[in-house]
């Protein structure tokens, strides 16, 4: 039985004097299945890409954490039964506790200052302040709106202390 070398062109011979036609390890792919597999490669990566969340975050996602610590801070003015303020700028936010006849930032837990992430801002051009008394409820309502690259976020703070994300 003749043996060809790998990579020769030459046709096997079975053993009944046959030749055997067909596609061998040597010939590889074909033009069009490589086109076909980078095609689906492609369209693989471009929807892992799309569905990748952005580094940032999502504005609507920052705006409901942002609300959530109101809460939080509406919650531990009653708690602590002491007013409890939260003061917004358009970088950042914070919340501060009424102590020894003075606002002290808090420092603990989640309610410390906080910037916004990159790229959002508040529609602010100056320091906010909203304060909950010991009883939860607040001075005065405030909406603020957050901005990032044409989207738009509002965080409605009512005068009875409940907060409100509307996007």
């Known amino acids: 039985m003749p043996i060809s070398v790998p990579g020769s062109k030459r046709a096997r011979t079975?053993?009944?004097?046959?030749?055997l036609r067909g596609r061998s390890a040597e010939h590889?792919?074909?033009?069009?299945?490589?086109?076909?597999?980078?095609?689906?490669?492609?369209l693989a990566?471009?929807?892992?890409?799309?569905?990748?969340?952005?580094?940032?975050?999502?504005l609507l996602d920052e705006a409901s954490r942002f609300a959530v610590r109101t809460?939080?801070?509406h919650d531990a003015a009653i708690l602590e039964a002491r007013p409890v303020s939260l003061w917004v700028t358009p970088t950042g936010y914070g919340f501060d506790a009424w102590r020894g006849g003075h606002?002290?930032?808090?420092?603990?837990?989640?309610?410390?200052?906080e910037r916004w992430n990159s790229g959002t801002a508040a529609g602010?051009?100056?320091?906010?302040?909203?304060?909950?008394?010991?009883?939860?409820?607040a001075d005065r309502p405030l909406t603020v709106t957050l901005?990032?690259?044409?989207?738009?976020?509002d965080v409605e703070i009512g005068a009875d202390g409940s907060v409100h994300v509307a996007g």
């Open 147 to 153: 901005r990032r690259e044409g989207a738009r976020a």
């Open 103 to 113: 606002w002290t930032p808090i420092e603990d837990g989640g309610l410390s200052v």
């Open 124 to 137: 602010f051009g100056t320091r906010e302040r909203v304060m909950f008394d010991a009883t939860g409820l």
């Open 14 to 19: 079975h053993a009944g004097g046959f030749v």
């Open 71 to 73: 809460r939080a801070a």
């Open 45 to 58: 990566s471009a929807a892992a890409v799309l569905a990748m969340p952005d580094s940032r975050g999502r």
């Open 28 to 42: 590889g792919f074909t033009l069009v299945e490589l086109m076909v597999v980078i095609t689906v490669i492609g």
